[in-house]
């Protein structure tokens, strides 16, 4: 079954931290992998999209690794600032007719 | 920038009756989604849509949805007769051939 588990659900940090996203997937076949920033009553943000080739892709403060040999990815979130505080949700493409599944998201907080 | 906008931002229909959600997706894409996501869950795809008709869609797309695009700029999902359990956030998204999707605002239709 094509699935995208995320954890940890939940993450409390403060501000000027980092952290670490985590996101395990089943999807078959697999087009790419995104990682999207959903603040509460919002649509998802995008903020990295990465193909099975890529390892490694930065945007500003975020990190995205991709390891498609044992369909993980992370993502890092390098000197947390309070606007940070949303849902990190890790979709993958692919499945039947390269659908958007999407993982349950982590829902971060960052604390002053 | 362009981006998909959503009408309305917030919908509130009886039980029974009949909702239009509303999509203007950007206008040079060419691959057309609808999404939901109910209150604390993660966002659900409903149907994708390409080249007029409809390309893929879930089994929550049952009989009384349908998805319109009429007059080559607005793209719409229709719930024939609202349950209680249709409550929830609507995502319309839009991509052109690259492997970005851009999302709308969302609708949040309360069903009572």
């Known amino acids: 079954k094509n699935q995208v588990e995320q954890s940890p659900q939940s993450l409390i940090i403060l501000e000027g931290k980092n952290c670490t996203l985590q996101?395990?997937?089943?999807?078959?076949?697999?087009?790419?992998l995104r990682w999207y920033k959903q603040d509460t009553g919002r649509g998802p943000v995008s903020l990295t999209i990465?193909?099975?080739?890529?390892n490694t892709k930065s945007n500003g403060r975020y990190t995205a690794t991709l390891d498609a040999d044992t369909k993980q990815s992370s993502l890092h979130i390098t000197a947390s600032q309070l606007s940070d505080s949303a849902s990190y949700i890790c979709?993958?493409?692919?499945?039947?007719?390269?659908?958007?599944?999407f993982g349950a998201g982590t829902r971060l907080a960052v604390h002053p | 920038e362009p981006e998909v906008t959503q009408t309305p931002s917030h919908q509130v229909t009886q039980m029974g009756q009949e909702v239009i959600l509303r999509c203007v997706p950007i206008?040079?894409?060419?691959?057309f989604y609808w999404y939901r996501q109910i209150l604390g869950q993660k966002v659900e795809f409903l149907v994708s849509?390409?080249?007029?008709?409809?390309?893929?869609k879930s089994e929550i797309f049952d009989d009384q949805f349908s998805v319109e695009r009429p007059d080559g700029s607005n793209f719409t999902l229709k719930i024939r007769s609202t349950k209680l359990e249709d409550s929830a956030m609507y995502f319309c998204?839009?991509?052109?051939?690259?492997?970005?999707?851009?999302f709308g605002q969302g609708t949040r239709l309360t069903v009572v």
């Open positions: 998204a839009s991509r052109d051939r690259g492997p970005e999707a851009f």
């Open positions: 996101c395990n997937y089943t999807v078959s076949p697999f087009s790419n």
């Open positions: 990465m193909t099975f080739s890529e």
């Open positions: 979709v993958v493409r692919g499945g039947g007719y390269n659908k958007l599944i």
């Open positions: 206008s040079n894409h060419l691959y």
């Open positions: 849509f390409y080249n007029n008709e409809i390309s893929e």
